[in-house]
T-cell receptor, first 112, second 117 residues
């Protein structure tokens, strides 16, 4: 079993839809959870960062972490064509020794 | 936010040649930089961790003699792919961690696309 599982998609939605992106993981020691957005042929850009369980909201984006289920989600409200990108989840145990472990990324396409 | 640059953004080379990729933190000092490789439709895979002034730490399966990493200053790390072969063609991305030292505060460069003919 891989440490982080993420459905690669592709996921296609109409403009204005609510998008739900998810990752599961196996390592219960992960404490920090991130979502990155990666446009084609570009480096990842940090979108959301959450410590431990709970929700975090930033504009149209909401990140949820359920450590008991080892499940994290990113919700995008009122999706826009500019949201079309690959979304990568990443997580780490934290501190100076824990490396970032990435999911494969989900490719999202928002159609006008 | 913190900015990390990479140069070149794209490089095409002949098999057997060496290619150097630079990673710079532009507005902060990075004691640690990371080099990742990303194949099409795959996740980012950590290749090595580079600490300023010391030898890089390579992940299992990454040949240290093939992927030479130098981190000579707090703002610059270089990755040299020696004797490149077509199977080395990939998207190479660096990231830099600021001096808070937390893994979660990594800032990524825009990536370098390497094509070996």
């Amino acid at each position: 079993q891989k440490e982080v599982e993420q459905d690669p998609g592709p996921l296609s939605v109409p403009e204005g839809a609510i998008v739900s992106l998810n990752c599961t993981y196996s390592n219960s020691a992960f404490q920090y959870f991130m979502w990155y957005r990666q446009y084609s042929r570009k480096g990842p850009e940090l979108l959301m960062y959450t410590y431990s369980s709970g929700n975090k909201e930033d504009g149209r984006f909401t990140a949820q972490v359920d450590k008991s289920s080892k499940y994290i989600s990113l919700f995008i409200r009122d999706s826009q064509p500019s949201d079309s990108a690959t979304y990568l989840c990443a997580m780490t145990t934290g501190g100076s020794q824990g490396n970032l472990i990435f999911g494969k990324g989900t490719k999202l396409s928002v159609k006008p | 936010g913190a900015v990390v640059s990479q140069h070149p953004s794209r490089v095409i080379c002949k098999s057997g040649t060496s290619v150097k990729i630079e990673c710079r933190s532009l507005d902060f000092q990075a004691t640690t930089m990371f080099w990742y490789r990303q194949f099409p439709k795959q996740s980012l895979m950590l290749m090595a961790t580079s600490n300023e002034g010391s030898k890089a730490t390579y992940e299992q399966g990454v040949e240290k003699d093939k992927f030479l990493i130098n981190h000579a200053s707090l703002t610059l790390s270089t990755l040299t792919v020696t004797s490149a072969h077509p199977e080395d063609s990939s998207f190479y991305i660096c990231s830099a961690r600021d001096q808070t030292g937390r893994q979660e505060t990594q800032y990524f460069g825009p990536g370098t696309r390497l094509l070996v003919l």
